[in-house]
T-cell receptor
Framework: NAGVTQTPKFQVLKTGQSMTLQCAQD?????MSWYRQDPGMGLRLIHY???????DQGEVPNGYNVSRSTTEDFPLRLLSAAPSQTSVYFC????????????FGPGTRLTVL | DQQVKQNSPSLSVQEGRISILNCDYT??????FLWYKKYPAEGPTFLIS?????DKNEDGRFTVFLNKSAKHLSLHIVPSQPGDSAVYFC??????????????FGQGTTLQVKP
């Protein structure tokens, strides 16, 4: 199992450009989430999904879109990048009900100029 | 409004000694708490967790203590090893969010264990 994979590892965008951060998991997990990590802020939830076709907003959803057409994939879209979206983005997945650990991907470091 | 707070940005301890990382929360609905460890350029990895029905959970060198009345939890690492040097995040969840994978994270504490 590859676990949770994210591409790209690094990306530089200009203000106003769009892009998609890819996330995939091969553990057949129902639950997937996107977090961003900023200095002094910890990790903040952007969007999450409880299964294919179902998504919802987290703490900081503005400027981001998601969709979940398959169990395996959960892409995060930036429609018009802003410097405030410069951050490290982590995708995570969790299997089953109730409390159990989430598995995180290695992260994508995004810089918006 | 930071619902989960780690007030110490950094901690430095000597190898072999105890490391104590602290975490405070404000939301009384939180009933499950987790600690994640993060190395540079890697994603966070799960370390240990505790349910609100317990006040202590132990796993090898790692023990988490929960004081619900004080809304405080702590992670003890004994003995500390240089490989423990990393950023440690405290996270919390409530009964509803737990099923969805939604976690509220603290700001993180950078632990440095000196040889």
């Amino acid at each position: 199992n590859a676990g949770v994979t994210q591409t790209p590892k690094f990306q530089v965008l200009k203000t106003g450009q769009s892009m998609t951060l890819q996330c995939a998991q091969d553990m057949n997990h129902e639950y997937m989430s996107w977090y961003r990590q900023d200095p002094g802020m910890g990790l903040r939830l952007i969007h999450y999904s409880v299964g294919a076709g179902i998504t919802d907003q987290g703490e900081v959803p503005n400027g981001y879109n998601v969709s979940r057409s398959t169990t395996e994939d959960f892409p995060l879209r930036l429609l018009s990048a802003a410097p405030s979206q410069t951050s490290v983005y982590f995708c995570a997945s969790k299997g089953g009900l109730s409390y159990n650990e989430q598995f995180f991907g290695p992260g994508t470091r995004l810089t918006v100029l | 409004d930071q619902q989960v707070k780690q007030n110490s940005p950094s901690l430095s301890v000597q190898e072999g000694r105890i490391s104590i990382l602290n975490c405070d929360y404000t939301n009384s609905m939180f009933d499950y708490f987790l600690w994640y460890k993060k190395y540079p350029a890697e994603g966070p990895t799960f370390l240990i967790s505790i349910s609100s029905i317990k006040d202590k959970n132990e796993d090898g060198r790692f023990t988490v203590f929960l004081n619900k009345s004080a809304k405080h939890l702590s992670l003890h690492i004994v003995p500390s090893q240089p490989g423990d040097s990393a950023v440690y995040f405290c996270a919390a969840s409530d009964n509803y969010s737990g099923n969805t994978g939604k976690l509220i994270f603290g700001q993180g504490t950078t632990l440095q264990v000196k040889p």
